[in-house]
């Protein structure tokens, strides 16, 4: 399933930028970058979880916040995209590494 994470990490100190750069890599291990707060991890149900208790561990509730879209697995029809930064499809287009 497709999974949209969005997230706004407060970066008045140091541990704020930390947070933000361990949320950034954590989602980048399930997905890939679209906008610089926002991921598309493309993840089955367990690796969600996994996911999920990651980044609630990393973030501060009192100055971040996370959000979580869940646009299943016919997401492609539900993601429409103009302008630059085109991303790969994460099911149909082959990522070398």
């Known amino acids: ?47 969600w979880v996994e996911l999920r208790e990651k980044l609630l561990s990393i973030f501060d509730e009192e100055e971040d916040s996370l959000r979580f879209y869940f646009l299943g697995s016919k997401w492609d029809r539900r993601v429409e995209h103009h302008g630059t930064k085109k991303t790969p499809n994460l099911e149909r287009d082959t990522l070398v590494i």
């Open 1 to 47: 399933m497709m999974v949209l994470v969005s997230y706004d990490v407060a970066t008045v100190d140091r541990a704020g930028r930390a947070r933000l750069r361990k949320v950034a890599k954590t989602c980048l291990d399930y997905g890939q970058r679209v906008q610089n707060s926002v991921f598309e991890c493309m993840v089955d149900p367990a690796q």
